[in-house]
């Protein structure tokens, strides 16, 4: 079992390093802020596509950090992101793993936004996002060929089999079995 299997958005921003945190001061609680708006949504869906076909573009970093920012600071848009869908991620990502990882929970914000209908549809919308990674993975080899994911080349072979469906639902499964398994650290247990 990998620990944290599971993040949020929040958590899985920090740790790849996609957020900067402002510096806490004593001076200023943490406002909430309301719900998206219909320009931002509009926005992340065009941000979320431009990432899909130019993930290395010249402002393609600045727009990244911007959708995955405002993914964590609205309320009514949830991502869960789990890191089983691309193998073994290492403590420290190399190459495009970032562009690639992050791609899928933009494109499934986007996907939300785009067909609200099935936003409970958990199977769709992990899907899309994984489509989403995997057309932002192969618009990084058009750019550098160098960058290959071996795990991406065979969930893209996956796809173009026809098998991805069942991979993202298995996939989930073992997510969701994972992160069951793993003990809440705020929570106290009796030693066994």
């Not at 991502?79 to 899928?104: A, L, N, W, Y």
């Not at 969930?155 to 069942?166: A, C, E, N, W, Y």
Request: aromatic fraction near 6%; include cysteine; hydrophobic fraction near 35%.
């Amino acid at each position: 079992m990998r620990a944290h299997s599971t993040w949020t958005i929040g958590i899985f921003s920090l740790l790849f390093g996609l957020l900067a945190l402002p510096p806490a001061t004593a001076q200023q609680p943490p406002q909430k802020r309301g719900p998206s708006t219909a320009e931002e949504r509009a926005r992340a869906v065009k941000v979320a596509h431009q990432l899909e076909e130019d993930p290395l573009g010249k402002d393609a970093k600045d727009n990244r950090q911007w959708v995955i920012q405002w993914i964590v600071d609205i309320p009514d848009i949830t991502v869960t992101e789990c890191d089983d869908f691309f193998g073994k991620i290492p403590k420290t990502p190399r190459g495009h793993m970032r562009e690639i990882v992050s791609q899928m929970v933009i494109s499934m914000a986007a996907y939300m936004i785009e067909h609200p209908d099935k936003v409970k549809d958990e199977q769709a919308v992990a899907t899309a996002g994984l489509l989403g990674s995997l057309k932002t993975y192969q618009s990084i080899l058009k750019v550098d060929p160098d960058a290959r994911w071996p795990y991406v080349d065979k969930v893209v072979q996956m796809r173009d089999q026809g098998k991805l469906d069942d991979y993202v639902s298995d996939t989930r499964r073992q997510c969701a079995q994972e992160q069951e398994e793993e003990p809440d650290p705020d929570t106290m247990r009796a030693a066994r």
